[in-house]
């Protein structure tokens, strides 16, 4: 359906028009918020990997034992920080959030995080006003001194991958660690820790081999560990992934099908409803609802942030903003003193009204008055009947409010926000 407005020509030399809207609906809170620098949050990219997992899709280096470009790569991310918060005058802005993320940011040795932490100390004044510090980790990298570092740097939550906790299955996904190994690095990240962060672990659902015992037996080892977040990610075999190679193109992996994930999804659901761990987005699941990631909530809101490092990205204003995926170019572009950025693009206000349903839903929730404050329009209006069906079908409930995700709709993941973000565009 194509909404139109009809009006009948009316033609009369009306008053002048000097503005719009009118000046009776200017006021001081809008004028507040332009003096105050908005807060932003950080990500900065460590590309780098002791191993090649069969399912992953990231561009990710395996480095195995040569490491000598990770100084480099460590030299010219302190210079793009510098030279990229100069450019974009970042320096003053309220730091929300920061994440480093990879790859395998955990690879680092001590000296490098100290390293990048204090480039982003020297350029952001308020860089220890952050209500959040994330880091990516991966068991083997883990050690005790390591963490105690990232624990002197004020890390506050650590995101460990960890995919499944059964010998066979860890070993078919080419990952080097084994059950016991998984445990340990949670354990010493737990001790290390000692209060000061959260520990989050992933699960991947859909990997080749699973089966519903073994998956079972994965989600109650997670639970086990009394970690305060569990992630679980479904597997996609993306083309650039050995499963995809190996498993849908020749058939010679045993991966679980749509139905079967779909039943593990639903058993972890269950399962973490009864221990009381709450969802905050549709893959992500907290002790009492505590350690919602900062940074990927607020981006997902539409916070700015920016992307250091290679491949990263970034979104500032109107604008996302992305630096070259090519590791030496990065470096030497850095080291020419340029910033690596090589695409960008610039929203129109329709797309910020689908990327705030597309993203927003994916946090369960989508604030309808906030919608319309921001864009000027009810999207309950715009997506009548699309929000009907998905009501009828027990996928969203829909108040004056909000559209709430229902545990069906948090089951089928982006299917909703989907859904709503092609109504919108049927309508452009
Ligand atoms: C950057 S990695 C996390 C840290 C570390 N590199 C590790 O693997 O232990 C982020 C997460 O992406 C997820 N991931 C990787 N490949 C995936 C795929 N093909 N489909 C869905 N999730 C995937 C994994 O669960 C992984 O833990
Ligand atoms: S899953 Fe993690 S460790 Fe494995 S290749 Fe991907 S980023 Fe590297």
Redesign the pocket.
Known sequence: MVATVERTLNPTRVPLITNYPSFRKWDKSALEQKLTDTPMCIYVHIPF?TQR?S????KTVDLKDHRPEVEIYVDALCQEIDMATERFDLGNRPIHAVYF????PSLLVEHQFEKIVAALRKNFTHFENKVQFSL????LTVSKSKMDTLAQLGVTRL???I?SFNDQIIKLSGRGHDEKQAYRAIDIAQKAGNGQWTINI?L?SGLAGETDETWQESVECALNTGVESITV??????AN?EVFKLGVREEALNLPDEEQEMGFMRYAMERFERANYLPWSFFTYTKNGCDESRYISSIWRGMDFYGFGVSAFGSLGDSLLQNTSDLEKYSSIVQGAQLPLTRGYRFTSFDLMVREVLMGMKLLRLDLKGFKKRHGLRLEKLCYATLKELEAEDFVSVSSEAIDLTPKGILYGDYVGQTLSDALKAMA
């Open positions: 990997c997992c399912f992953c899709y990231y993320g990879g790859g395998t990516e980790a991966e068991p995101s460990m991958g995919q992933d991947l990610y479904k597997m996609e075999a993306f992934t």
